[in-house]
């Protein structure tokens, strides 16, 4: 499918998964729909999967605008809970459009709250309560990330409440991609499955993405490295280095800090609470226990902050430090923020199980490939010698704009290998896809305007 038939297609009022490789334009065509519905006045809610890629939309994540946080199963009591927040019943209410991108992250379970969320706000049985849902994103990509917690530790927990502990044990046999939840098959979605390529012209860069696409390991694997002998090593500056384990990227971190001169200031993240519970809420939110920063750090924050000017994935540089040592950042858009303490807890009836405090930064000169995604890299040192999730490879690969600017450290099997159950669902994506084009193609021009038109005074009214 084409751009302008996708944008003809959402103009026209249905929910709609846009698909595709990387560099498709899926972006790119979301924010044009964006800017479509604020000049008609329609309320649009911006949201994404992580705080980095909600940022190249000016939104926010999934989990913050719903109110459903880390959690991701869900009871009937939870649901209405967080459907007594007066600013999230306010916001809901309002919302005519819900944007979704990086669909691919999102567990099925936390789609399906959402939807109840919308429904019981809306106070409408219809799927997101009426809402006009547009998911977006690559389900070749990163599946959603699940919590490896051993059910026997959660066991030896017997002050915690059963609704807790289930936020925290994986079931082997649950379902993962949204595409898999209920709710998802009664919303009729129109697939969009975009087929031009405008991120990279380099021909042979799309090439091995198509191939790890069609699970084609061993040609793409070839294809790669034959063509990077004929290429030279780079010799400019790779700005951004990707891993695939936090400890890497870490020890790269922490050795570009220790080349800057100048004085050394510590962060001690405190905690209180169930031990287990703190140790998981430790790695959801990606806080260092020992933060150590200097100035002219590359930093990235990992919270949400609206009222402070930041989200999870906003990037910048330490320029100096206030009074009581906070550190000031001033980020790749220009803005100077003042970071404070900030808290991250799990509550039961209204009181907190446990919760932890730090200054919400990290390192960044080096991200995991997990955090690349959304990103256009010119260039990058990628090392995936250590893939231990289908996807990453591709993820990866398909964040640069050219093989010319790959520095390539390390390569395993598991790189070019993609989720089975992506390549199941794909084929039907683009069958439905041509499905679509084929029914708006029956459509005069007068008829698909006079239906975006009946759109637009639906939402108005």
Not at 334 to 339: A, D, F, H, S
Not at 399 to 407: A, V
Not at 415 to 425: D, G, H, P, T
Request: hydrophobic letters at 40%; glycine letters at 6%; aromatic letters at 10%.
């Amino acid at each position: 499918m084409k751009q302008t038939e996708a944008l003809d297609i959402l103009k026209s009022g249905y929910n709609v998964f846009l698909t595709g490789a990387p560099g498709s334009g899926k972006t790119f065509l979301l924010n044009k729909y964006i800017e479509y519905l604020k000049k008609n006045n329609i309320t649009v809610s911006v949201t994404a999967s992580t705080g980095i890629a909600a940022t190249h939309m000016g939104g926010t994540t999934l989990h913050s605008w719903s109110g459903i946080g880390i959690k991701e199963e869900f009871d009937e009591r939870e649901i209405k809970k967080i459907c007594t927040k007066g600013y999230l019943r306010k916001k809901i209410k309002k919302a005519n459009v819900l944007i979704i991108d990086e669909i691919s992250m999102i567990k099925a379970s936390q789609f399906e709250a959402v939807n109840k969320i919308c429904q019981y706000i809306k106070r409408s049985q219809r799927p997101f309560g009426g809402i006009q849902v547009v998911c977006s994103g690559d389900f070749f990509q990163l599946p959603p990330v699940v919590k490896p917690v051993a059910n026997y530790l959660v066991d030896q927990q017997p002050s915690l409440s059963n609704s807790t502990k289930n936020e925290f044990i994986w079931e082997k046999n649950q379902k993962i991609f949204t595409s898999e939840s209920n709710v998802w098959k009664e919303m009729n979605m129109k697939i969009c499955y975009l087929d031009e390529q405008y991120r990279t012209k380099d021909k042979n860069l799309y090439q091995i993405l198509n191939c790890i696409r069609e699970n084609n390991i061993e040609k793409s694997k070839n294809l790669l490295l034959e063509n990077l002998k004929k290429i030279p090593l780079l010799k400019k500056n790779i700005f951004t280095k990707l891993y695939t384990h936090n400890v890497d990227v870490d020890s790269i971190n922490y050795a570009e800090l220790s080349k800057i001169k100048g004085k050394e200031y510590f962060y001690q993240m405190t905690s209180k609470g169930n031990h287990l519970v703190v140790e998981i809420l430790k790695k959801s939110c990606l806080a260092p226990e020992k933060l150590i920063l200097k100035k002219d750090a590359e930093v990235m924050f990992i919270k949400n902050n609206f009222e402070a000017g930041y989200v999870n994935g906003t990037q910048g540089k330490i320029i100096g430090f206030a009074e009581g040592d906070f550190p000031i950042v001033k980020t790749h858009e220009g803005k100077k923020i003042t970071v404070k303490y900030a808290d991250w807890n799990v509550e039961e009836e209204d009181s907190a199980v446990a919760g932890i405090s730090q200054i919400p930064l990290r390192l960044a000169w080096a991200i995991t490939v997990h955090k690349s995604q959304g990103m256009n890299l010119d260039s990058a040192e990628i090392d995936l010698s250590k893939c231990f999730l289908e996807g990453m490879g591709y993820v990866a690969l398909s964040r640069l704009k050219s093989l010319n600017g790959l520095k390539l450290v390390g390569i395993n099997n598991l790189a070019f290998c993609v989720n089975s159950k992506a390549l199941e669902i794909d084929k039907k994506f683009r069958k439905l896809s041509e499905n679509a084009v084929h029914e708006m193609n029956k459509m005069s021009f007068f008829a698909i305007k006079k239906r975006q038109k009946l759109f637009i005074k639906y939402l108005e009214s």
